[in-house]
């Protein structure tokens, strides 16, 4: 039976994986952050935002069972969002029983073109797959499924296992046709409003359009409850759709990347000149990223109650240089580690319903 009280939903978030970017990151630290996702648990369910490499192993740690989701939620589809999406679908099915109900795959659509090349190229490169050069969700996720076909096949025959088309059905993400978007021309509209795309007896999906370019459509997604709120930002730049969806939020989970890193890392060779390459990494970071002090001062305009820094690039940095900001914070401020519970709303008891560093914890 579902909780029916607000006070027996006990809404939290537990950080699944904090790092972000398609990399297995070497060097100090190396191996403590696992790819971006983050599940929203409200009574016996969870909603998973993202799947980053690592997740199913994660949620088992988290002591979330598959079986528990009611909705997997991509923010957008670079690779370190969606790269252990066919993972869950298949090795998911040694997890169902027959009465297991259908989960939702709720993501963006088929861009409809490519993104411009970069004004740095010296000679245009190639797409690959021409003939479907943007897949959306739905299309990404029967893909998946088709490359593990001699699997699937396998084992639904031999040992009359279920198709992962039993258990799974993967949407796109109808944007509004009056926000005005275009992949290219007008990819974050300024101004839009955030509009639903999912609903059940404990959960409200809202979501908004992000700044990420090129990449188009990135969302942001807001989680609302009868006990509280959580808003998790997607990859973006500062974005003032994002401050929209965010307002008065009990918590904001919000990437951060640490743009020294970007400098060191792409500078450029002996002569410190970037060469093409280098000098459009950097670009793309600058346009489509936010700093932990950027993080803060948006968080502070939508008055979020509580602030956690995750999809943290690279997942190696320091923890000191992620706190740096804390103190413009006005709320309650966090850097979570994997596997870290963040209560919210009336599940938090800080000031405001903002959870305290005690209530921070890592899941068993």
């Given at each position: 039976m579902n909780p029916a009280h607000p006070s027996d939903l006990q809404p939290r978030v537990v950080t699944l994986g904090t790092a972000g970017g398609p990399r297995w990151w070497t060097g100090a630290n190396a191996g403590q952050r696992a790819g971006i996702a983050t599940a929203v648990v409200v009574g016996p369910h969870t909603y998973l935002v993202d799947a980053g490499h690592g997740v199913g192993r994660q949620l088992m740690l988290a002591g979330l069972p598959i079986s528990s989701?009611?909705?997997?939620?991509?923010?957008?589809?670079?690779?370190?969002?969606?790269?252990?999406?066919?993972?869950?679908?298949?090795?998911?099915?040694?997890?169902?029983?027959?009465?297991?109900?259908?989960?939702?795959?709720?993501?963006?659509?088929?861009?409809?073109?490519?993104?411009?090349?970069?004004?740095?190229?010296?000679?245009?490169?190639?797409?690959?797959?021409?003939?479907?050069?943007?897949?959306?969700?739905?299309?990404?996720?029967r893909h998946l499924m088709a490359a593990y076909a001699t699997d699937l096949n396998d084992r639904?025959?031999?040992?009359?296992?279920?198709?992962?088309?039993?258990?799974?059905?993967?949407?796109?993400?109808?944007?509004?046709?009056?926000?005005?978007?275009?992949?290219?021309?007008?990819?974050?509209?300024?101004?839009?409003?955030?509009?639903?795309?999912?609903?059940?007896?404990?959960?409200?999906?809202?979501?908004?359009?992000?700044?990420?370019?090129?990449?188009?459509?990135?969302?942001?997604?807001?989680?609302?409850?009868?006990?509280?709120?959580v808003t998790i930002s997607g990859d973006t730049a500062p974005c003032t759709n994002l401050v929209r969806l965010?307002?008065?939020?009990?918590?904001?989970?919000?990437?951060?990347?640490?743009?020294?890193?970007?400098?060191?890392?792409?500078?450029?060779?002996?002569?410190?000149?970037?060469?093409?390459?280098?000098?459009?990494?950097?670009?793309?970071?600058?346009?489509?990223h936010t700093s932990p002090a950027e993080a803060v001062e948006l968080a502070n305009q939508a008055g979020a109650k509580a602030l956690a820094l995750h999809h943290l690039v690279p997942g190696t940095t320091p923890q000191h240089v992620w706190e740096a900001t804390a103190k413009a914070f006005s709320g309650s401020f966090h850097v979570p580690n994997d596997l870290d519970v963040i209560p919210f709303g009336t599940a938090s008891s800080g000031d405001a319903g903002a959870p305290t560093s005690e209530e921070l914890v890592s899941a068993p």
């Open positions: 989701l009611r909705g997997i939620f991509v923010t957008h589809l670079h690779s370190d969002h969606t790269i252990d999406l066919g993972s869950l679908a298949i090795f998911g099915m040694f997890a169902f029983r027959q009465d297991q109900h259908r989960i939702k795959i709720i993501g963006p659509g088929d861009r409809g073109e490519l993104p411009p090349v970069s004004p740095r190229a010296a000679v245009p490169p190639a797409p690959v797959f021409p003939e479907q050069p943007t897949p959306g969700t739905a299309a990404m996720f639904i025959l031999d040992a009359l296992r279920p198709s992962p088309f039993d258990y799974f059905d993967a949407e796109d993400i109808v944007i509004p046709a009056a926000s005005g978007y275009h992949p290219n021309a007008n990819p974050t509209p300024e101004g839009m409003e955030p509009f639903e795309i999912y609903r059940d007896e404990l959960v409200t999906v809202t979501a908004t359009l992000v700044k990420h370019p090129p990449m188009a459509p990135a969302f942001a997604f807001r989680f609302d409850t009868a006990a509280g709120s965010a307002r008065g939020t009990d918590l904001l989970l919000h990437e951060a990347i640490d743009f020294d890193w970007v400098h060191r890392t792409y500078g450029g060779g002996a002569d410190g000149t970037p060469d093409e390459t280098a000098q459009a990494s950097i670009d793309h970071h600058r346009k489509s």
